[in-house]
């Protein structure tokens, strides 16, 4: 749809209005879909033109498009994705706007910079330096390189590539700052597949024929090669000349995948996440948007960057909890994959080792596509999980290691092998308790308790990030030395196992223990590369990282995440288990995973040690269809938080008591109860619960209902689609 020079067109800002505004189009007219910049009220704001202007706007007030942005329009499907999007999780245009103009700098004309091109001949004086950057040079194959690449590519100091300049070897020229990504080859083979991963990728590579919709869920256990035969996928869609994208759970371990597809492609995909700096970030999303970037790898929120036809979304480790966004826009990017495929015509691969149930009951349903991968690939076989019946153990107080656990770390610094001490909790201790009074401390403004960090010599709330120095005192009965910390952390582990093997070298992977991502990833290599004896992780161990000399996982509270109301507490369980479990045996030996478990008969730990995962599936569905809870029923949570309790309250009964338009579409209200995490930075929090059956129009009914009510500037309430958690 094109407009002329002073027509009315409705721009849709990232400012928080409830409503699209009345423009008129700038000298040259543009078209919908055009970035623009318009002003609002003293200030000049980015936008988009969404469509002709609704004429209800006093003609004499209208301001004119400032000017049009040098980026491709957002593209109708686009715009089509994220007016959906929005519906779906009841979320303002404007919010969802800002998600897809996440690129620094998109206002600004866009800029020059120099790169360096091969000049005539050769320079009358050939060092060996100088050597070294005309073939670091020569093997871009012509394509402008910037000379911080070269220094890089060739391992020589800037001073010798000036050399060059000056004596005309190597020349020097403006181009536009953000360069193409470099081409990959789809057509590079492979490694060669076996006959079962040969099957699957046909099954992917048929869907990207097609160039149709539709969602493959992807099961095979860790190490059976679903990211080889997933690659498949990418390159046939490179092929077709349609771009790719790769979503992955934990971007900071991400180095052994681009890593991977250097080596199947050629060269390198973009990437879109927290981790990449600023320029990497705007020069991806407009080589996104101009088709200068074919396949990129990214967080959740790639899935808003600007492409321009896009054939494949993987999302990899599909039952991840970090693809809920749970902050800001609350949107589940394994859902949201789903319904950008289904707009772009192309193809979702969900892959993972342990399916969230949704995805396992979408297949079951026949939605989805389901392509198993039996066997790891090679030799390597799941390792064998037995449980350490804690009841039946000696562990002294203040202890948590088992002598049968002991027993076979033993065995395994014996024969030269790795051994991985699994324990989902951060830091020293849950729990300071004082001895005298039995105060417990807590965070000043949440309702948690603080956990002592040992190694930072701190008190930290898991919640709000807060710290401070641990108290020689009791803060409330002020006895001195009575402090005593209570309960295992990851921390306090490693002291143990330091007692128990005093000669082994051990190492500690939890989050919060490395200052960036990069040191992380390098304790990661270095560690897989034989550098510890003894493995102490939280879940960041769990998440896709191989350790090719493991072969034993000590599970140290397999009941951990039993406890509590959660809807998903077994289900999270059994895949935690599962994954962790598969970190041992991945290379030519058979691995051993040991639970220790004080319900050794627990139907969840039963089920994962058996290891009959369509019976753990079939009897979750079977529970969560009798209860008529997600994916069998629909759900959505309601936060409302204010620093004042009784407020909230208030809001929340009110809500309660005018139900009329949930019940209208045979929704059940629940609530208004405290959220289990009470309070966080000192806001007071409330939840309700909203319970559909399926098929029902929720969303129209939940925004009917949360209209009725006022929220003010500290009153706030946030509606959760789908709830992953129920903090
Ligand atoms: P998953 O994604 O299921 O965990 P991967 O694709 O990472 O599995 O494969 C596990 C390991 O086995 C990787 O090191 C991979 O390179 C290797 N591998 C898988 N399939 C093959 C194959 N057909 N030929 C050679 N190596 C393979
Ligand atoms: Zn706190």
């Not at 789903?338 to 192309?346: G, I």
């Not at 030799?379 to 107080?397: G, S, T, Y």
Request: charged fraction near 25%; glycine fraction near 10%; aromatic fraction near 6%.
């Amino acid at each position: 749809m094109r407009f002329e020079a002073g027509d009315l067109v409705a721009v849709l800002t990232t400012q928080p209005l409830d409503r699209t505004l009345d423009y008129r189009a700038p000298e040259g007219g543009c078209v919908q879909g055009d970035f623009v910049e318009v002003p609002l009220g003293p200030r000049k704001v980015i936008g988009v033109v969404w469509g002709p202007g609704q004429g209800d706007w006093d003609p004499a007030k209208l301001r004119r498009v400032l000017r049009v942005l040098d980026t491709p329009p957002m593209r109708d499907e686009m715009r089509a994705f994220l007016t959906r999007a929005a519906r779906y999780t009841l979320t303002p245009m404007p919010a969802m706007l800002r998600l897809a103009t996440r690129a620094p700098g998109l206002g600004d004309a866009p800029s020059m910079r120099k790169v360096l091109v091969a000049g005539e001949g050769e320079p009358a004086r050939m060092t060996e330096a100088r050597m070294r950057v005309m073939d670091a040079l020569a093997a871009y194959g012509g394509a402008p390189v910037t000379q911080a690449e070269l220094v890089e590519a060739a391992g020589v100091s800037a001073s010798v590539i000036k050399g060059l300049v000056a004596a005309g070897a190597i020349h020097e020229q403006d181009t536009p700052r953000d360069l193409p990504y470099p081409p990959l080859d789809p057509a590079r083979p492979g490694k060669p597949l076996t006959p079962e991963q040969e099957a699957a990728a046909g099954h992917l590579l048929h869907g990207i024929e097609a160039e149709a919709y539709g969602t493959t869920l992807l099961k095979g256990v860790t190490g059976s090669g679903k990211t080889e035969v997933y690659l498949e996928a990418v390159a046939a869609c490179l092929a077709k000349g349609r771009q790719a994208l790769v979503l992955l759970p934990e971007i900071a371990l991400s180095a052994e995948f681009l890593t991977r597809v250097e080596g199947r492609f050629g060269a390198r995909p973009a990437e879109w996440h927290s981790g990449v700096t600023m320029t990497e970030r705007r020069r991806c999303w407009r080589m996104v948007a101009e088709g200068g970037a074919r396949f990129v790898v990214g967080a959740r929120s790639a899935l808003f960057l600007p492409f321009q036809d896009l054939g494949l979304i993987v999302v990899d480790e599909e039952h991840d909890t970090s693809y809920k966004q749970e902050e800001g826009v609350l949107y589940n990017a394994r859902d949201m994959a789903v319904l950008r495929a289904s707009l772009a015509s192309a193809q979702v691969v969900l892959a993972s080792a342990t399916p969230s149930l949704e995805s396992w009951a979408n297949a079951e349903a026949g939605k989805y596509l389901r392509v198993d991968l039996g066997a790891r690939f090679g030799a390597a076989e799941l390792p064998e999980m037995a449980a350490i019946d804690m009841r039946a153990e000696e562990v002294p107080f203040g202890r948590w290691l088992s002598p049968s656990l002991k027993r076979a770390v033993t065995a395994r610094l014996e024969a030269g092998e790795q051994s991985l001490l699994f324990l989902n909790r951060r830091g020293y201790a849950p729990v300071t308790l004082c001895r005298a009074c039995g105060h417990q401390i807590g965070c000043e403004t949440c309702d948690a308790r603080m956990v002592e960090h040992r190694f930072q010599k701190r008190l930290m709330c898991h919640q709000c990030g807060a710290t401070r120095a641990i108290p020689e005192a009791c803060p409330s009965c002020e006895a001195e030395g009575k402090l005593a910390a209570v309960g295992p952390g990851v921390e306090r582990l490693a002291e143990e196992a330091a007692e128990a093997f005093p000669d082994a070298r051990i190492a500690v992977l939890s989050s919060d223990l490395f200052g960036s991502a990069r040191a992380l990833k390098a304790q990661i290599v270095e560690i897989a590369e034989g550098a510890a004896d003894i493995i102490i992780g939280t879940q960041l161990v769990a998440k896709g990282h191989n350790f090719p000399l493991l072969t034993l996982v000590g599970v140290i509270d397999a009941d951990l995440g039993l406890q509590g109301s959660d809807l998903r507490a077994a289900e999270r369980t059994f895949q935690l288990m599962r994954q962790v479990a598969g970190r041992a045996g991945r290379a030519e030996k058979r691995g051993e995973a040991l639970l220790q478990t004080y319900q050794p008969d627990h139907p969840v730990i039963r089920a994962i040690l058996t290891g009959d995962e369509e019976a753990f599936w079939r009897a979750e569905a079977g529970e969560r269809h009798a209860a008529g809870m997600p994916p069998y029923g629909r759900m959505a949570g309601i936060i409302l938080s204010s620093p004042d309790l009784q407020e909230v309250f208030d809001l929340g009964n009110a809500l309660a008591r005018n139900h009329a338009p949930l019940s209208e579409v045979g929704a059940m209200v629940y609530g208004p109860a405290p959220a289990p995490i009470a309070r966080i930075r000192g806001r007071h929090r409330v939840r309700l619960l909203v319970t559909a059956p399926k098929g029902v129009a929720l969303q129209d009914a939940l925004a009917r209902w949360v209209g009725q009510v006022k929220t003010g500037p500290n009153l706030r309430l946030a509606v959760d689609i789908d709830p992953q958690s129920f903090f």
